[in-house]
């Protein structure tokens, strides 16, 4: 199983960023992903979630009308386009796979490497 994300880096406050997950080794169209993130020094935390057919979207509270989440059953891709970016975005971004669409964390699920995002003038 992998799962890469791509697309993090600097970007000014107010700015945007789309990050990419490509999966692979695991029935990616039948999965529920998400991204979570996690910032130093806090717990991680869910971003936005799809189930497999894109019919159902759950965002977390903080991005909300900024953040759209959407993926690629074709493609084996997951997206995330992140607009309005705050300095409270700033965190490493996970590409997270699930066998269901749900509201906790399975010991069976999977997750990439993450990537960085830094929003700072």
Do not use: D
């Given at each position: 199983v992998q799962l890469v994300e791509s697309g993090g880096g600097l970007v000014q406050p107010g700015g945007s960023l789309r990050l990419s997950c490509a999966?692979?080794?695991?029935p990616f169209s039948r999965s529920a992903m998400s991204w979570f993130r996690q910032a130093p020094g806090k717990?991680?935390?869910?971003?936005a979630r799809i189930d497999y057919t894109s019919t159902k979207v759950k965002y977390g509270d903080s991005v909300k009308g900024r953040f759209?989440?959407?993926?690629d059953n074709a493609k084996n891709t997951l997206s995330l386009q992140?607009?309005?970016l705050k300095s409270e975005d700033?965190?490493?971004y996970y590409c997270y796979g699930d066998h269901a669409f749900r509201d906790w964390?399975?010991?069976d699920?999977?997750?990439g490497q993450g990537t960085q995002v830094i929003v700072s003038s």
């Open positions: 999966a692979s080794g695991f717990a991680r935390e869910l971003v759209t989440i959407s993926r992140m607009n309005s700033t965190a490493v964390v399975a010991p699920a999977y997750w």
